[in-house]
């Protein structure tokens, strides 16, 4: 039902999952809404299943629940967390031994086609196989670490991102969230590096250390506020995947919601790194 909708309705679909009493879909939509996307769906399932089991009447309860997500931050996260669903139900020990879910599809078996993977297989590698390879090992290190609250808090029920990310989609408040500016990555990095005080060859040291990442983490976070950089771009800079890119932002964006003088910390570089730069564009419109 899924790639008949699909055919009916184009949408991207990155990530599925479809469990005992509920079902979760990663969706992108294109010119049809999801509200037309999800009554053409459920409605053909529900006629099926009734007919199948000779029931009538409403198969699913209430409206859908829709989060609306910032792509560029948390739909890896995203990603991750359908595909793990029957992990944490305790249904299946091995998310591959699961069925009824998109995750097969990134690691090059069955799918039909349903899955878009090329979008996120490309934030760990271009070469198809490698990213098979990293997309399976940053799955199973979501096992290990559980559920972490931290990266699915919903914004008001209804947005998976930063305060600027809701303002852009709501167009909230008398003023613009802010500029983008035209801000090289360099720029960026060497503010960081003097205010944190690290060596920049730590920076862009293929080596693992705390002091480096915790450097490229405010490299990634600023990159975006600041410059418009997307965290593929700022991982490709590092050439270090994206994944570790926005998992480093994130945490940043954690230290920025519990600590007032982090916050400000971050201000004074975010200004002296966009200090007499041109302005490209807003990033919300009033």
Known sequence: YLTDCKKRFPFRLYAYALLKNHLHLLIEVEQSPLSRIMQSLLFAYASYFNKRHGEVGHLFQGRHKAILCDKDAYLLELVRYIHLNPVRANIVKRPEDYEWSGHLSYLGGGGQ????????????????????GKYRKFVWEGISRGHDEKYYRVKEQRYLGEEEF???????????AGWVYEVPLEAIC???CRAMGIEEDKLYSATKGREGARGRAVVGYLARRSGGHTVKETGEYFRRSAVTIGEGIMKVEELVRRDKSYEEGLKRMEDKVIKGRKRKYRVSVA
Do not use: H, M, T
């Open 190 to 192: 060497r503010e960081v």
């Open 113 to 132: 086609g349903l899955i878009d993977e090329g979008f996120v297989l490309d934030q760990f590698s271009r070469n198809r196989s490698f990213a098979r």
């Open 166 to 176: 809701i303002d852009r989609v709501e167009g909230k408040g008398k003023e613009p």
